[in-house]
């Protein structure tokens, strides 16, 4: 079975820039993450999807970010435009939930640099 | 609002060396714990998880934890180390509910000298 996907793996843009990051979760999979590492910080959550359905957006950092869910299937996350701030690695995660709980496996993420 | 510490950034130890990577939490409950590991290049991998049940949790690659209630720790442990160990390691808690996002600790960098 394939893992979760993003693409690209990685993207260097200039700043003022926009910037779309891909993910296919795991086949099945109704619970969809966002996540970001920024330089030298903690992974921080960005927002959680529920099929096509924003469940939790708390993490998003400002209006500049954007994330779909097309048909509960992939997801993007639009950046418009990119700031110097924005540079990081980019992760997704998707999820089943099961009885006993639930796991969130993990993209390989997208390294964004902003210039 | 939930948090985790992961007091050392950084760790080095010998290959075969035992490896004990600390990992402490502020939860109001007991909250779902998680371990990943992240190798260079590479996303994050479950290492190992606990929900309920026996407090000592075996994962992949020979890994274990130990979830103690009275600490509000789960602190990761391997025997021995093998080069291959070497990434970042990241402890995480959510909430006993379907749905919830993941709280990282800041991670812990190990390195292992041959």
């Known amino acids: 079975e394939a893992g979760v996907t993003q693409f690209p793996s990685h993207s260097v843009i200039e700043k003022g820039q926009t910037v779309t990051l891909r993910c296919d979760p795991i086949s099945g999979h109704d619970n969809l993450y966002w996540y970001r590492r920024v330089m030298g910080k903690e992974i921080k959550f960005l927002l959680h999807f529920v099929k096509e359905s924003k469940q939790d957006e708390s993490g998003m950092p400002n209006n500049r970010f954007l994330a779909e869910r097309t048909g509960g299937t992939y997801s993007t996350l639009k950046v418009q435009p990119a700031e110097l701030e924005d540079s990081g690695v980019y992760f997704c995660a998707s999820s089943q939930v099961l009885a006993g709980g639930e796991t969130q496996y993990f993209g390989p993420g997208t390294r964004l640099l902003v210039l | 609002a939930q948090s985790v510490t992961q007091p050392d950034i950084h760790i080095t130890v010998s290959e075969g060396a035992s490896l004990e990577l600390r990992c402490n939490y502020s939860?109001?409950?007991?909250?779902?714990l998680f371990w990943y590991v992240q190798s260079p290049g590479q996303g994050l991998q479950l290492l190992l998880k606990?929900?309920?049940?026996?407090?000592l949790v075996q994962g992949i690659k020979g890994f274990e934890a130990e979830f103690k209630r009275s600490q509000s720790s789960f602190n990761l442990r391997k025997p021995s180390v093998h080069w291959s160990d070497a990434a970042e390691y990241f402890c995480?808690?959510?909430?006993?509910?379907?749905?919830?996002?993941?709280?990282f600790g800041g991670g812990t960098r190990l390195m292992v000298k041959p």
């Open positions: 939860y109001g409950a007991t909250p779902y």
């Open positions: 606990y929900f309920s049940g026996d407090t």
């Open positions: 995480a808690v959510a909430r006993q509910n379907a749905g919830n996002m993941l709280t």
